[in-house]
């Protein structure tokens, strides 16, 4: 903690609302430790049952890409044809694929 800094640390929460669905960003906590995080988040963002597990994540620790590199980063990517799937037939029956 930045010793000007009054807030806490910053944790983003993301719930999972229901096993085998993907977790999603609920928002954003201050706590001093990940006990008190999940504490925090679980009171915060869960108090009616909405999910049922919560991740936590130091938002310190999260690397974003830098949007003045879209051009590298998100260029097109026709050049890589094993990121189409057009070279094989769906087996029929195949859902969730």
């Known amino acids: 903690m930045n010793k000007h800094d009054t807030q806490l640390d910053l944790w983003e929460v993301f719930i999972q ?8 960003h609920a928002g954003s906590i201050h ?4 006990e008190m995080a999940m504490q925090n988040a679980r009171d915060t963002y869960t108090r009616r049952g909405e999910g049922t597990s919560i991740w936590l994540v130091p938002s310190n620790c999260i690397k974003a890409s830098d949007p003045s590199d879209n051009d590298m980063m998100f260029d097109p990517s026709n050049d890589k ?12 029956g195949a859902t969730h694929i």
């Open 81 to 92: 044809i094993y990121r189409h799937p057009t070279f094989y037939v769906m087996p029929e």
């Open 31 to 34: 706590a001093s430790d990940a």
């Open 17 to 24: 609302s229901r096993a085998g669905l993907p977790y999603m």
